[in-house]
């Protein structure tokens, strides 16, 4: 029997990115759409592309995600945003991998980590992503069992078991539009990251979040070289190492005016 392939994709008011992304997952034996309170053209774009839509509505980021991976009938699975792409060549990859070996030569994986070229606009910015801001690579296929989302509002950690492979090819993943879309991320993420503080009882302090300006300004600009990318790079270090700073201080606000009223 072939071993089948499920594409999940978990998604909030992406009519503008969706119609593409699906498109690149037509090589999977069933995609898996799960609109978390849509309320643009989400829906009726995702029913052309298959039957199995569901929409509801998660306050936590991994409920939503582990909920999907639940509707998965698929051995194998792929994770993959509204905002990513997945190539040709990195389809017949994972065909390959998962699918087309003989079966004295099939893999013990349970999951491979699949690197991302990230866009900005129309440019491919390779380097210095990572600290929360951005994503280098992840195991996004993974055998049904073997991963699980944990809680949080955004950027939730997982637990994923046995041995990992490495894809060749990468996921093509559309970050930001230009410096402007960037900033508004910025603030969306800070946001979230705020609120989920208060509910874990925003216990790192002022200058804990403070030194982690350069540090994390460091390891993205320098250790991953950031600095190779002109100043998409530059704006990328800096984003990273003021996330933790800023997302204190939008929680600290909150609880002040909570306290007021």
Not at 22 to 41: C, G, N, P, Y
Not at 85 to 99: F, G, H, N, T
Request: proline share 2%; charged share 30%.
């Amino acid at each position: 029997m072939s071993v089948r392939i499920s594409a999940l994709v978990v998604a909030h008011n992406e009519e503008r990115h969706l119609p593409e992304c699906l498109q690149t997952l037509k090589f999977a034996d069933e995609i898996i759409v799960v609109l978390d309170r849509s309320t643009d053209h989400s829906y009726r774009i995702a029913m052309k592309q298959t039957n199995l839509v569901y929409e509801g509505s998660w306050e936590i980021e991994g409920d939503r995600r582990n909920f999907g991976i639940g509707k998965c009938s698929g051995e194998w699975i792929l994770e993959i945003d509204a905002d990513e792409r997945v190539s040709p060549d990195l389809a017949s990859e994972i065909l390959e991998q998962i699918k087309n070996k003989r079966s004295d030569k099939k893999t013990d994986y349970t999951y491979f980590n699949i690197p991302f070229d990230n866009y900005i606009g129309s440019k491919l910015v390779k380097n210095g992503w990572g600290c929360y801001w951005g994503v280098r690579s992840a195991p996004r296929l993974f055998k049904k069992g073997s991963k699980t989302w944990e809680s949080g509002t955004i950027h939730p950690s997982y637990k994923i078991s046995g041995e990992g492979g490495k894809m060749k090819y990468s996921i093509v993943h559309y970050v930001d539009d230009n410096i402007s879309d960037m900033i508004r991320r910025f603030d969306r993420y800070t946001e979230s990251n705020a609120k989920q503080l208060i509910s874990k009882g925003n216990q790192d302090g002022f200058w804990n979040n403070f030194r982690r300006i350069f540090s994390r300004f460091f390891k993205c600009y320098v250790q991953r070289k950031g600095f190779k990318e002109g100043s998409y790079g530059f704006l990328n270090a800096l984003f990273a190492g003021l996330y933790p700073i800023v997302s204190y201080l939008k929680a600290k606000e909150i609880i002040e005016q909570r306290t007021e009223k």
